[in-house]
Structure formats: C-alpha cells, structure tokens
C-alpha cells in the first residue's frame, strides 16, 4: 500500500496537468490517508467535542480506521446527522454551526486532502480564502501592490454562501472532472445527511455542513466557477490601454515653466511648479484606459475598477446575474456596494481600504509618489469594540473569571490576546492607533491582579515594570519571571514590549502552511507500535486523550494514579492503552495489568531506551538497549 503522500503526489500531478480524476472511491480503503488525518486533527480543541453521539478523538485507535474502510469497501458507511449549535457573529445575529461525530470528521478530512490535492493547483491565484499558504495578508497584499489608480471599489458579499450552496450545481462541478460515481455518491450522502437540533431531525436541502471539515475546500470550488468568470469574462472586456494619454494641460503649463526658468525668471518658474502639482500627468478621463482587479476570500470579494462609474455599475449587474443565474446565489443588498476610492474607505477583512491622494508628498526627485497607491487603514471602530471587551462605563475594568489563575498565566493571557490582534493589524497605516487598546488592556490586566491580590494597582505597576529589547530598541512593558531552580531556565511571561510600527509585509496568516514532513509523527509511531505504555499489552491499543495537560491535576495530596504519572512526566496530552486499561482509566479504577506493571521511573527509562523487535503474532522476539 502507497504512503498517503505518494498517493496524494499522484493527485496533485493530475490536477496540475487538468486531467481528470478516476478511481478516487479506492483510494479512501488506503489506511495511511486516514493516519495523517488523525495526525492533523486530535489536537484542535474540537476533537474533543462530541457531536450528536458520545463519540470523540478519544479512544482512536487503528480498529476504528480498518471499520471505517471496511464499511466503505461494501458501500456500508452511513454519515451521522450533525449537532447543530449557534455562535454569535459581529452583527449580533448567530452563524449556525454543525459538529460532526469523530468518525465523520476523520473520513471528512481524508476526503478534502484528496479534493485538495487535485484542485488546488487549478484554483486562481485571486482566492484566498482556506488555502495553503494564503491568508488575509496575501489578499491584501495583492491589493496594495497591484491596484495602484482605482477610482472605484465595488464590495461584494453573498447572502448567506454557505447554507444557499445548490447541491445540484455542485455535484455537477464536482462531477465535471471527478470521474467516479461511487465517491460523488458518498458526497451527496454527505451533503443530505441532515442535523439535530434540539434533538428533532432536519434535512439539508441545501448548503454544505458548516463546521464540517470539507466545507472550506467545497466552497471554493463552488465559488472557482465565479472566479472564472471574473478572470475570463470581465477583466478582458474592462481591461484595456497600455497607459493613459498625456494631459495637455499639464504638459502646456510644464513647457511654460521652463520656458520662464530658461528666461530666468525662477519666481515665475516656481509658481507654474506649485499649480503644476495640482494637476494629474495622465489624462483621468482617458476612454481608451481601463483596469479592473479583483481578489476573493472565501464569500467576501473585492473589485477595484479604473473608469467611470457607469461601467463599475454594469460589473456590478453582470455578476449579480452570473451568481443568481449560474450558481443560485444571491448578493447581499446592504453589503455590496460601489465606494468612491478617494473620498470614502471600502472595508474588506476588517481594514479601510483607500485610493490615497497627497500632492504634497514627493519624492527624492521631486515627484508626487502617494497619489494613486492603495492604503490600508485600520478602522476606529474596531479599536473602541476591542477596548470595550477590557472597559465598563468607559473605564478599564477588572476581569472576575480570571482571579484563581495565577499571575504568569494571566500576564501571559493578555499578552496573547494583544499581540494575535497586533499581528494581524500591523500592515495597516496608523497601526499606532493601537496604543490606546495597549493602554486600556494593561490597566485592566493591573486591576485585575490588584483586586486578586487586595493591593494598589500603583505598587503592582511598580513591582513588575520592566524594560525589554525589540529590533527598535528598548522598550517598557510589564514582566513576571518564575524562576524553575539552577537546571532550568526561568519562565518569563510579557505584557506589551510589541513596536506598533507598521509593517507593510506581516509574518502572520490565518492558516498556518501544510508542512510535508518525511516519515511519521511521535504519536502515530506510538499508535503503531501497538502496544500499551501503561501494562504493555500488545493487543487493541487505542489512544487516550485529554484536554488540556491542566486536567492532570489533582487537588490535595491525593495519590495520583500510573497513567497521571506517566502523561504528566512526558508532558503529553495523548497515551497509547490497550481496551482494557482504556476502560479503567475512564472508570476511575485500577486493573491488575495496571498493578502488575512496573514503576514510573522504570517504565519512562525503558520506553526511551529500549528497541523492541516482534515478530507477526505480537510476541517479543528481542530487546536492545
């Protein structure tokens, strides 16, 4: 059987070429793809949440996988109705959101690697929305760099995208170049496989499982249909001229000028100069000249047109018939808009983005160099909602929940959240704006530690002031260190020390890039090794997980049991068991494999120093050190 990467290998190479893809149904009994799956999966929070069946991460184990191929090698394998929930989006309605059972995830994620391996090579470069090594960034990237001139932005947002997606549009996509009936049956099982709410039975007639593993990669190729629409049909016809014609009037007073500097009269020179300033070089009103840019993350889009406003409004009806017509999607009223560049800000990914305007602003020779060039602004409102999370009646406030943490975890905590804002915030013009959010989060952060410890926020302030050094020199913020004895360095947890200087290329994406890494991770070579870290047993391993590292502790000086003591020492959040050690973990006891085996120390020094060979009953054929 071929490794999952040769497999998805061959994939990509196909869908590199534009071939189509056949025989995808058997490439899901391949049981690698499913390891890498789980590898991907078992340490995001929601692993651990159970969807309309007790079922979780917990418990994985390679029987799990060899039942799910199974059912699927018979055409067995039924999709679990998903747990519907609400989370509050920012304009105060609610998103739903579906939790699939872990089965379903597992086989969701194995399903979107092989969907896109294939087409993501085919996907255009102006999406970025759920894609390696694309973000928020790159998509405004683009804009800055390749937008210079627009005179207009045209806002688009679709009407609820992700529950009005026409099952019937996209299993005819899908069916365009995936050749193989029984994997688009399998998807359209899943997209009708329906939700529970308030445990009543609803069917999906439409939209893809939002909260489901797939969803991200079906809805770009639902929405690459748009995008080649936009890239074949509408930039070549509002695409055209190589550059502007000259202004006349600006060339004539040009010549004027230095017709009165060549007869030296440099006052007169210099007043043309002045007037000079004020006019455009290029004609604005060029019939010949047009530009169109256009950039895409997930349902939100952005057009940024060069011409009058006549014809950014036929883009805007063009692609509104296109969506209701082609993809039965309908664009939303309030949210999609035509914005004036120059005199009003279009709000695309949470920034203002300009045309900026300065004749002022010259150069080391002299000429204009802002006029045209596309700025990213942040905008005021964001930064008094993200004050008001940290204020009450306008004034910083103390958080309640936080008062039993200790004080490093509650520095570190508002560090994080200041600087994951900061991050993403830093190409913007006036990033500088943040120092009032660092102001009001480091007087909460003060007055939540001086109503946990009952003292003055002044002596707090005092107590843990610091200095630390940045790339632009020293910088005030406010540090706790924890020292950890001679062996161990100390523990240092910051507040502030961040330069809100802007960067006009931040490191940061929201999606971290797929690392290809050969051979496999620590905790599948655990689960492969087949055999329990607690008794040793080499029979059913499974894995068992916890939330947090946090949940290991016991209060008081109650004894902890073996498999604490062994998960504390590795500091790890997952343990290798056989069934029946599973089952006694979770049933607060312990068995007699547990007691026979041998102590903690022991067991650690074996498992780090010890190669075990076995033979293919299981049994130990020999050990080296």
């Known amino acids: 059987m071929r490794n999952a990467e040769t497999v998805l290998g061959v994939i990509r190479d196909r869908g590199r070429r534009g071939l189509p893809l056949e025989d995808i149904y058997r490439q899901l009994f391949n049981r690698d793809l499913y390891l890498r799956a789980y590898a991907k999966l078992y340490a995001n929070s929601g692993a651990m949440t159970p969807g309309t069946t007790p079922e979780t991460v ?12 199974d059912a699927l090698r018979f055409e067995r394998y039924r999709w679990t109705p998903v747990r519907r929930t609400y989370i509050p989006k920012a304009n105060g309605k609610k998103r739903p959101l579906g939790i699939p059972t872990w089965s379903d995830k597992l086989l969701q994620e194995v399903m979107r690697s092989i969907l896109e391996a294939y087409y993501e090579p085919q996907f255009s470069e102006h999406s970025h929305g759920f894609r390696p090594n694309h973000g928020c960034h790159t998509a405004l990237g683009e804009v800055v760099t390749k937008w210079t001139g627009t005179k207009w932005f045209i806002e688009g947002d679709i009407r609820q995208y992700f529950d009005t997606i026409d099952h019937e549009v996209l299993m005819s996509i899908l069916a365009e170049k995936l050749h193989d009936g029984r994997f688009l049956r399998l998807m359209r099982n899943l997209l009708r496989a329906g939700y529970l709410e308030d445990w009543r039975y609803n069917a999906t007639l439409s939209g893809t499982p939002q909260g489901g593993v797939i969803s991200p990669i079906l809805a770009n190729i639902y929405l690459d249909r748009f995008d080649q629409f936009v890239e074949q049909t509408l930039l070549p016809a509002f695409n055209r001229g190589e550059q502007r014609q000259v202004n006349k009037p600006y060339w004539a007073l040009k010549q004027r000028a230095l017709y009165q500097r060549r007869q030296g009269r440099s006052g007169e020179a210099a007043t043309l100069l002045k007037q000079l300033r004020r006019l455009p070089s290029n004609d604005p009103q060029d019939p010949a000249y047009r530009r169109l840019g256009y950039v895409r993350y997930a349902d939100d889009f952005l057009l940024g047109f060069t011409g009058p406003k006549a014809e950014a409004e036929e883009i805007k009806l063009q692609i509104r018939a296109f969506l209701r017509d082609t993809l039965k999607l309908e664009l939303s009223e309030e949210k999609t808009l035509i914005t004036h560049a120059t005199t009003k800000a279009a709000r695309f990914l949470g920034y203002d983005i300009v045309t900026q305007q300065a004749d002022d602003k010259r150069d080391a020779h002299g000429r204009r160099s802002l006029n045209g060039r596309i700025g990213l602004r942040l905008p005021a409102a964001v930064v008094e909602k993200r004050c008001a999370l940290y204020t009450s009646q306008g004034k910083p406030k103390h958080r309640p929940e936080l008062q039993n943490d200790s004080d490093f975890s509650i520095v570190s905590r508002y560090q994080a959240e200041f600087r994951g804002f900061v991050q993403y915030y830093l190409p913007a013009q006036n990033v500088s704006w943040l120092w009032r959010l660092h102001w009001v989060m480091q007087t909460s952060l003060l007055r939540t530690l001086a109503n946990k410890h009952k003292v003055n926020v002044r002596h707090l302030y005092h107590k843990y002031r610091a200095t630390t050094q940045t790339p632009y020199g020293p910088m005030r913020c406010l540090e706790i260190v924890v020292e950890r004895g001679d062996s161990k360095k100390p523990l240092v947890a910051r507040f502030g020390g961040i330069p809100l200087r802007r960067q006009k290329k931040a490191a940061i994406v929201d ?10 991770s620590e905790l599948l070579q655990r689960l492969l090794a ?7 047993s080499p029979v059913n391993c499974q894995v068992h997980h916890i939330r947090r590292l946090a949940d290991l502790k016991t209060k008081g000086r109650r004894e902890r049991p073996p498999w604490v003591e062994l998960m ?3 500091r790890r959040k997952t343990l290798a068991v056989c069934h029946e050690c599973h089952i006694a973990i979770h049933a607060g006891r312990q068995t007699d494999s547990m007691s026979r085996s041998q102590s903690l120390e022991s067991r650690v020094r074996s498992k780090d120093s010890c190669t075990v060979r076995r033979g293919a009953d299981g049994k130990v054929l020999a050990k080296s050190r």
Do not use: F, W, Y
């Open 58 to 69: 917990d418990g994985m184990s390679l029987a799990k996988i060899d039942a799910i191929i």
């Open 511 to 520: 999606q971290s890039p797929e690392l290809i890494r050969e051979g496999r």
């Open 530 to 536: 087949n055999e329990c870290e607690l008794c040793g």
């Open 568 to 570: 504390a020492a590795r």
